[in-house]
């Protein structure tokens, strides 16, 4: 099986400055940090689609344990405060914010 192609270095970079901009502390938020291991050893690995099905799979349980509000109030500090792309992230639709839990 071909692997897929990696997300650049720079991208990683980008991605990760961009979310350290936001200052979310997932402690201080409560959520499964087993679940979100899932999204970040998917990051780590490299790989742009294990990224994309684990953040298609994770985040609305995530976002139904309470991570929809906090990235939506610190997607509004950033845009306040200038960051980029804060204001295209903020456009974004979060519809995962309503889970359909089973």
């Not at 298609?56 to 906090?70: D, F, H, K, M, S």
């Not at 939506?72 to 903020?90: C, D, F, K, Q």
């Amino acid at each position: 099986m071909a692997r897929r192609p990696a997300a650049s270095s720079r991208d990683s970079h980008r991605s990760g400055a961009f979310a350290a901009a936001l200052e979310l502390d997932v402690d201080d938020i409560g959520i499964c940090h087993a679940c979100l291991s899932f999204v970040s050893f998917a990051i780590d690995s490299g790989d742009s689609h294990n990224v994309a099905c684990s953040i298609t799979q994770i985040a609305p349980e995530l976002w139904a344990e309470g991570l929809a509000e906090p990235v939506r109030m610190a997607l509004r500090r950033a845009r306040e405060r200038g960051v980029a792309n804060a204001a295209v992230a903020g456009s974004l639709n979060l519809s995962c914010a309503k889970s359909t839990r089973r």
